[in-house]
């Protein structure tokens, strides 16, 4: 991809914005040209989300201007927006699921007959015609609740592109995809920049910058560090200007777990057509990766062993007895936890603050005599989790929801840690956190095994499954496919697993 050289389409200049006193941009500057895929990069709290609202009208800039084709313009409201041509596109989608795509599309601005009934007719061939300027194989009148994430997500652009759009910007476009669907996603980024549409893509994700990012641009700490042609810059360049250090290396390299004792071993493990036949174990001081395409099975196996799910057969056993682990409840007595994939709605309660997020699961501990929760050991033990896991937070009162997506796994992590228990499963351990987080996780996991624990971690990343396994478990339709050593386990290898079927033992 060539660095695009036009006048800039969008221009940001010296912008500054403070929240309750707290400055979260400082003199902030950005850039944006037809036809480009810009990427905006930095670790969570670097002020991306924030600059790009308030180019998108959301927010109020205090300080700087803003210029549309080199001419100043003022961005009031969202409306103000996209009455200039730009749009945003959350992470968390904003459609109304019982509608068709097409009214989602056109909601509001539904074209009319007589002015008064809705022409349907119209409002479906006007989204097709959208459609096929993405080349986006959809039927308009298909209600949006049955659609994929993925489709969901066309239609978000779908419907930027119906205020006729010029600039784009994309929030973590890709986080619940899976490669097939990413793909698709870029395929259609590739057709909107052909027809000069100006692209902002905000990721965590190092490796999509390679394959859809012609500039970077580089945030840290609410300022601009800089601004660079993907074609001629390493990512290792990228992460270093993001986190302002450099990441130490970790696992891969932890001692060999071979004459450890067993923690938890799985036999023969069924449910349905979602779990077919598993049998797996893990040792003490071991961090087992399960690797796979989205729909495998690995947080099925997951949420069963954790007793979240009924299984049809099979047995589990933890350090040796044979256990019946019937709900979560059964299996953390056992010492057995589990961090879910989605740590909002399963891991934490975003509206608590972080003390009571750390020993809700274990209050019973800190009860004493008449029932009354002794509150200063429960604060005593919050603090000394924050230190002990470098969770940033002004204090153990703050609010989870106001922490960043890393620090909020740090305090998930926490709470599990104070139950004791001896196997974790990791699902999804780093989804939605920057690169500088992700490497703390990566040190803190290396940590938990280096003190006995059992550490499954299910992943979609494969750079991450192969940097931090001692051994990989692939898994396809429900079976486990192959077995892999983590420090010679290739992407490739672990692919080939991961899109074998109908195998009934492991190789």
Same mark, same amino acid.
């Given at each position: ?12 200049? $010296? &912008? ?7 400055? %979260? ?21 670097? $002020?991306?989300?924030?600059? +790009? ?22 961005? =009031? ?23 068709? =795509? ?38 308009? /009148?298909?209600? %949006? ?51 000069? %549409?100006?692209? @902002? ?39 270093? +200007? ?5 990441? $130490? ?15 938890? #071993?799985? /036999? ?27 729909? =495998?099975?690995?947080?099925?196996? =997951? ?19 044979? &256990? ?34 750390? @020993? ?16 200063? /050991? ?21 609010? @989870? ?45 290396? !940590? ?28 396809? #339709?429900?079976?486990?496919? $192959? ?9 490739? !290898? ?6 074998? /079927? ?6």
């Amino acid at each position: 991809m060539n660095q695009p050289v036009d006048t800039p389409v969008v221009s940001m200049r $010296g &912008v500054s914005k403070a929240f309750s006193g707290v400055r %979260v941009l400082n003199n902030v500057q950005f850039d944006l040209v037809s036809g480009e895929v810009h990427a905006l990069v930095g670790e969570n709290g670097a $002020g991306k989300s924030t600059l +790009m609202k308030i180019l998108a009208g959301i927010y109020a800039k205090d300080v700087g201007e803003i210029l549309l084709e080199g001419k100043p313009v003022d961005i =009031a409201s969202p409306r103000s927006a996209q009455g200039h041509g730009i749009s945003i596109i959350h992470q968390e989608l904003n459609l109304m699921p019982h509608l068709s =795509a097409a009214q989602n599309i056109f909601i509001g601005r539904e074209p009319r007959r007589f002015g008064l009934l809705v022409n349907d007719e119209q409002l479906n061939r006007d989204a097709q015609q959208i459609f096929g300027r993405m080349h986006l194989k959809l039927d308009p /009148r298909t209600v %949006v609740g049955t659609l994929t994430v993925a489709k969901q997500q066309m239609v978000e652009i779908a419907k930027a592109l119906s205020f006729e759009s010029s600039v784009l910007i994309m929030d973590e476009p890709t986080a619940a995809l899976n490669g097939e669907e990413v793909g698709d996603l870029f395929n259609i980024i590739r057709s909107l920049k052909a027809h000069g %549409v100006a692209i @902002v893509y905000i990721s965590h994700k190092m490796d999509e910058l390679q394959q859809i990012a012609d500039r970077v641009t580089v945030m840290r700490d609410g300022q601009y560090v800089g601004t660079v042609p993907m074609a001629e810059t390493s990512l290792q360049k990228i992460i270093g +200007m993001m986190v302002g250090r450099e990441l $130490g290396d970790v696992s891969n390299h932890a001692p060999a777990t071979s004459g450890n004792d067993v923690a938890l #071993e799985v /036999r023969h493990l069924n449910r349905g057509k979602v779990i077919r036949d598993v049998s797996f174990s893990v040792r003490k001081g071991e961090i087992l990766g399960f690797a796979g395409l989205m729909g =495998a099975g690995r947080t099925e196996v =997951a949420r069963a062993v954790f007793g979240a799910d009924r299984i049809d057969s099979g047995e589990i056993f933890v350090h040796g007895k044979q &256990v019946s682990l019937r709900s979560p409840k059964h299996a953390v007595t056992e010492g057995v936890g589990y961090l879910s994939e989605d740590r909002k709605n399963f891991g934490l309660a975003t509206g608590l603050d972080v003390e009571n997020n750390v @020993v809700m699961s274990s209050l019973k501990r800190f009860l004493k005599f008449g029932g009354f929760v002794d509150v200063a /050991r429960t604060r005593a033990t919050a603090s000394e989790y924050v230190k002990q896991l470098q969770i940033k937070t002004p204090s153990v009162q703050k609010q @989870v929801k106001l922490l960043s997506g890393g620090n909020q796994q740090k305090i998930v992590i926490a709470k599990w840690l104070l139950r004791n228990c001896d196997v974790l499963f990791f699902d999804e351990p780093t989804r939605g956190i920057d690169v500088g987080a992700k490497s703390e996780i990566y040190k803190l996991l290396d !940590a938990l095994a280096a003190q006995g624990k059992a550490i499954v971690m299910i992943s979609s990343e494969l750079p991450e499954v192969l940097h931090m396994s001692h051994r990989i478990l692939v898994m396809c #339709e429900g079976r486990i496919t $192959g077995e892999l050593p983590g420090r010679t386990a290739t992407e490739e !290898a672990i692919m080939q697993f991961a899109t074998q /079927r109908d195998v009934e033992t492991v190789s």
